[in-house]
């Protein structure tokens, strides 16, 4: 199960109250915090706009001192290729009013792996215009007999209900792309 994390903030030792509630050990504290964020690899400080964040004007004064918060940048752009299975094939598949990418793959396949960074990708790109989705084909079977999948990975496009193109193996993006746009 995957934990999603809105944002993160973290105020400097200094903005806090007490020493009792410093995220930094004493030990620590004279370093700035900053200082201790490079390890964090994804995350980077930014200052905040205090008026994008106040609920209210009491809480402006609050959120105006703080000098900035730790973000992850992807968030904005964050689009999961969520996991299908034989029972779920039929409602998000075949009944979707939009074009939906499927990938067939199985977690030993070391080309599947290559294609994976490469669907995530077009998920983004596509997004709100073409669903995506990775069906295992260890733990569906049926469906991949169903299409005939004797190679993986492959890739099927699905318009209407629909099987409307598809792509054996390893590809670039471009001819993935080359396939979408056919059918958006």
Not at 33 to 47: D, N
Not at 106 to 117: D, E, K, L, S, T
Not at 119 to 145: F, H, M, R, W
Not at 151 to 175: L, M, Q, R, W, Y
């Amino acid at each position: 199960m995957a934990t999603i994390l809105d944002s993160l903030t973290l105020s400097r030792s200094s903005s806090l109250p007490s020493a009792a509630f410093s995220p930094i050990p004493p030990c620590l504290s004279s370093r700035p915090t900053s200082a201790m964020l490079p390890q964090y690899r994804g995350l980077k400080l930014r200052p905040v706009a205090a008026t994008r964040f106040a609920a209210s004007p009491a809480s402006v004064s609050t959120i105006a001192r703080r000098t900035g918060r730790v973000v992850c940048e992807a968030q904005d752009t964050a689009v999961e290729v969520s996991a299908i299975t034989d029972a779920k094939w039929k409602s998000l598949v075949l009944e979707s009013e939009s074009p939906v990418l499927v990938e067939f793959w199985a977690p030993w396949c070391g080309p599947c792996r290559m294609i994976h960074p490469i669907i995530d990708e077009l998920a983004k790109q596509y997004a709100g215009k073409l669903k995506c989705y990775k069906l295992n084909t260890d733990e569906s079977p049926s469906v991949a007999t169903q299409y005939g999948i004797r190679s993986i990975p492959t890739v099927i496009i699905f318009k209407n209900g629909e099987k409307k193109d598809t792509v054996i193996g390893a590809v670039p993006k471009s001819t993935l792309t080359t396939s979408i746009e056919k059918f958006l």
